[in-house]
């Protein structure tokens, strides 16, 4: 069968999103611009040829490099000068830079200078309203999605691979990217970071702005960290308007480097995802809730990332537990007033969390390790009490306090972590109304299907 004729009998699955990024393995260089371009320096403006690009190593970011066509003597005086410049091309601020390595050749042609963008790196205009953008996401875990279709020469695919979220202002779409079995292989051998997805956002019979976007994109960067476990963020976003690029922004917005961690989302299933990105971008906005969320989802992929290795993560998770109790209990809920809320042991205030979504107080008995330090110690009757004070042997530094934690199995110590984040993936899903599967990380399972269990408030 010709491609034309497999295309026609594949008309309705929406082709995959293409963007003009492209990496063939992880950490590869993104070029930007190569040829001329100006750094503004006080009154001065200084022709540069050489090249703008993308590098993931040693920091992400954007960097330039190229010979300056300037005196010897202004060139030293720059670089001593340590200022803020402005990069200009096609006579347009891309934004500004700092110089990071100067050299000094015999003449102004052999001079060589680097800098990198210390906060905004926007090619041409982005003032110009677009019909949608197409952004780029690293890092984002494999989600079996909807049907796409994917034309490769004279091959014409179909995969698994979209994500769709939509709520009343905004659609969003994200594709797995071209030869993404390839890319993510490279990834889990390599670390660092590699685009997985592409996406494409649009507003609902609106234009959109470079100030509109910086909101929703903020909002999905947080709801995608939640869903990946790592911090991931929409990337080289360029804006489109009848096919055409108006614009590209290449900032370098905050990407976790690559690490393997457990997520709550089912393997196979998106059901009922883009109901909790209805709710979660409700929420957002909210001031009062946006603060709410984002300090929530901070602590809890840290804490997930183990930035703190298992001692230090465990207080992280802790604080987020404190942070849901006085959003959703004290303030949400008033199921506990005055002084009261504040006089509360810490345990207490996990318990009543727990009433909320239906979770017993007792440790798991896949926890073994945890369950045997329980049954120790005498004054620990359940997981809220092993949580507090393992966390308090951690933050008190009395002899007494130091001694007991380092009696504590690692394991044990572990088991309370991954059981303080299971009690943060069931409060916030909870809040979000999320009624489907979700991947239980306290059950013990090796397969991850076997993992997969309604949630415990789901009486259906």
């Not at 796409?148 to 202002?169: F, P």
């Not at 393992?390 to 306090?401: C, L």
């Not at 409060?427 to 397969?447: A, H, Q, V």
């Amino acid at each position: 069968m010709t491609k034309e004729k497999l295309s026609a009998l594949l008309k309705d699955i929406p082709n995959r999103i293409v963007s003009p990024i492209k990496m063939k393995e992880a950490n590869s260089i993104i070029d930007i611009h190569k040829g001329e371009f100006e750094l503004l320096f006080s009154d001065k403006k200084i022709p540069i040829t050489g090249s703008i690009k993308f590098q993931w190593f040693p920091n992400s970011g954007t960097y330039f490099e190229g010979n300056p066509v300037i005196e010897i003597k202004d060139l030293i005086n720059l670089d001593k000068a340590n200022q803020v410049l402005t990069v200009v091309a096609n006579g347009l601020p891309i934004g500004e830079a700092i110089i990071t390595h100067t050299s000094f050749g015999n003449t102004k042609i052999n001079s060589h200078i680097k800098g990198v963008f210390s906060n905004q790196a926007i090619w041409d205009d982005k003032s110009i309203s677009v019909q949608k953008i197409i952004f780029s996401v690293p890092n984002l875990r494999d989600f079996h999605g909807e049907s796409i279709k994917v034309i490769t020469g004279e091959n014409v695919s179909v995969q698994k691979g979209r994500v769709i979220l939509e709520n009343d202002e905004y659609t969003i779409i994200l594709d797995k990217s071209e030869n993404y079995k390839e890319l993510r292989s490279s990834l889990e051998e390599k670390g660092g970071y590699v685009i997985l997805y592409n996406g494409e956002l649009s507003r609902i019979n609106k234009s959109l702005t470079y100030r509109d976007l910086k909101e929703i994109l903020h909002c999905l960067d947080t709801f995608l960290s939640f869903l990946n476990g790592r911090r991931t963020s929409a990337l080289f976003i360029h804006g489109m308007h009848e096919d055409e690029v108006k614009w590209c922004d290449y900032t370098d917005y905050f990407v976790d480097t690559y690490k393997a961690v457990i997520t709550w989302p089912q393997q196979y299933s998106l059901k009922g995802i883009n109901d909790v990105w209805k709710n979660f971008s409700r929420l957002w906005k909210n001031n009062d809730d946006k603060s709410f969320l984002t300090s929530l989802i901070h602590w809890y992929v840290e804490a997930n990332g183990y930035s703190g290795f298992t001692e230090g993560s465990l207080i992280m998770a802790q604080t987020a537990l404190e942070l849901l109790y006085n959003w959703w209990i004290v303030e949400r809920k008033t199921m506990i007033t005055g002084k009261d809320s504040e006089n509360i042991s810490a345990s207490n205030k996990i318990r009543l969390l727990l009433s909320q979504i239906n979770v017993d107080h007792s440790v798991p008995l896949s926890f073994s390790e945890l369950n045997k330090f329980i049954k120790n110690e005498p004054e620990i009757k359940d997981g809220p009490d092993a949580i507090v004070q393992i966390r308090n042997a951690i933050v008190h530094s009395q002899r007494e306090k130091r001694m007991k934690l380092s009696s504590i199995y690692y394991k044990a110590k572990y088991e309370a972590l991954q059981l303080c984040i299971w009690y943060l993936e069931l409060s916030l899903l909870k809040i979000l109304d999320f009624n489907e599967y979700y991947r239980n990380r306290c059950s013990g399972e090796i397969y991850i299907s076997k993992s997969e269990e309604p949630m415990p408030w789901n009486e259906k």
